[in-house]
C-alpha cells in the first residue's frame, strides 16, 4: 500500500519536478500525512454500527489505529507525539485551531510555536488596532477634543 501511494505521488509530480529528490521526498511525504489523517479520522469516526459485533468492531479499530499510527515504523515516542499533537489540536479554541491546521504542524513542537505565533500576531493586530484609535483621536482639533471629552465624561446625561 505504502509503495502504492508513493507511487501515485511521484507521477501527480510534474515531469520536470520528478528528477528533484527534494520535491520528489516532499511529495511522497504530503501523500502519506494525508492519507494518515484520513485514516485518523475513520478511526476517530468509526461506528459500533459499521461491524458485526464487539469483535469485529475491536479487529477494525485495531486495524485502522495500526494503519493511522504505523507501530511497526514509528517508535513509542513517535506515536505518543502522534497522540498528544491530535489532542492538542483538538483542545486549543476554534480561531488558533483553524490557523495551526492550515499549516499542517507534524510535532507538538511545531503546533505550540504557531499557537504561539497566532496569539502574538493577534496581540500585534489589536495593538496596532489601538494605536489607530489613538491616533484618530489625536488627529482631532482642540475643539473636536473638547466636545469629544465634554460627551464623553458626561456619561448618558443630555447636553442642552
Known amino acids: 500500500e505504502d509503495c502504492g501511494e508513493a507511487e501515485q505521488a511521484f507521477r501527480r509530480l510534474p515531469s520536470r519536478d520528478r528528477e528533484d529528490y527534494g520535491k520528489v521526498k516532499a511529495a511522497i511525504l504530503r501523500g502519506d500525512a494525508l492519507s494518515r489523517e484520513k485514516v485518523r479520522q ?54 488558533i485551531q483553524s490557523w495551526v491546521r492550515e499549516h499542517g504542524p507534524e510535532t507538538c513542537a511545531q503546533a505550540v510555536a504557531l499557537a504561539e505565533d497566532f496569539l ?19 488627529g482631532q482639533t482642540e475643539p473636536e477634543l473638547a466636545f469629544h471629552s465634554k460627551w464623553l465624561g458626561s456619561g448618558l446625561r443630555t447636553h442642552t
Open 42 to 95: 475513520h478511526f476517530r469516526r468509526f461506528c459500533y454500527q459499521e461491524a458485526e459485533g464487539p469483535r469485529v468492531a475491536y479487529v477494525r479499530l485495531q486495524e485502522l489505529c495500526c494503519r493511522w499510527l504505523k507501530a511497526e515504523r514509528h517508535s513509542k515516542e513517535q506515536i505518543l507525539e502522534q497522540l498528544i499533537l491530535e489532542q492538542l489540536l483538538t483542545i486549543l479554541p476554534s480561531p
Open 120 to 138: 502574538v500576531r493577534q496581540d500585534s493586530n489589536q495593538r496596532q488596532a489601538d494605536q489607530v484609535r489613538r491616533h484618530h483621536w489625536l
